[in-house]
């Protein structure tokens, strides 16, 4: 079964500039979280979608969006890139709450 | 807010070492998973307890989670280069109200030099 992919693997943007990154999860997982991860601040969750609905949101200001298609695969937008938004982003996939959840190899993001 | 701290945020050791790395907090967790991330990778699922005062081993790694289930720590024996990586321990709560937010703590850096 393959495994959860995430494109591009790494993305280099300016600030004020926006950004897409996709996800596509485990064939059959149709909860499919984003985390942000900084040497600073660690592994943060940014949202959730099930079923193409958000169903938990983190502390993120709202310039970090995100959607869920019908085939389960992910996007996760950033409007407006501070150098700050410069991390690694990382998806997972899981049948729902409570399953465990498998992450893909996440997309570098630099903001210059 | 609960305060979730893992250390040693950074280990160096040689192979065929043991060590021990550590997940503290003040908040009583329902469960706790411990995750490695390997260089370019993303996190894997190493384990879950569940129990206070429950052990599990995986191989030549052993996962104790504190009677109180406010802490846990994992030990690995003659640790291997294999077993370099970020070790990551995501305490699990209840959801309330239908949401949940997942937290991981910082994680220990493990460095295993042949």
């Known amino acids: 079964k393959a495994g959860v992919t995430q494109t591009p693997r790494y993305l280099i943007k300016t600030r004020g500039q926006q950004v897409t990154l996709s996800c596509s999860p485990i064939?059959?997982?149709?909860?499919v979280s984003w985390y942000q991860q900084t040497p600073g601040q660690g592994l943060q969750f940014l949202f959730e979608y099930f079923s193409e609905t958000q169903r938990n949101k983190g502390n993120f200001p709202g310039r970090f969006s995100g959607r869920q298609f019908s085939n389960s695969r992910s996007e996760m937008n950033v409007s407006t890139l501070e150098l700050g938004d410069s991390a690694l982003y990382l998806c997972?996939?899981?049948?729902?709450?409570?399953?465990?959840?498998?992450f893909g190899p996440g997309t570098r993001l630099t903001v210059l | 807010t609960q305060l979730l701290e893992q250390s040693p945020q950074f280990l160096s050791i040689q192979e065929g070492e043991n060590l021990t790395v550590y997940c503290n907090s003040s908040?009583?967790?329902?469960?706790l998973q411990w995750y490695r991330q390997e260089p370019g990778e993303g996190p894997v699922l190493l384990v879950t307890v569940v129990t206070g005062g429950e052990v599990k081993k995986l191989k030549r790694l052993t996962f104790q989670f504190g009677d109180a289930r406010k802490d846990s720590s994992l030990h690995i024996t003659a640790a291997q280069p294999g077993d370099t990586g970020l070790y990551l321990c995501a305490p699990r709560n209840q959801a309330s109200g239908g949401s949940y937010i997942p937290t991981f703590g910082r994680g220990t850096s493990l460095i295993v030099h042949p």
């Open positions: 064939s059959g997982h149709r909860s």
């Open positions: 908040s009583v967790f329902s469960s």
């Open positions: 997972a996939s899981s049948l729902g709450f409570g399953h465990e959840q498998f």
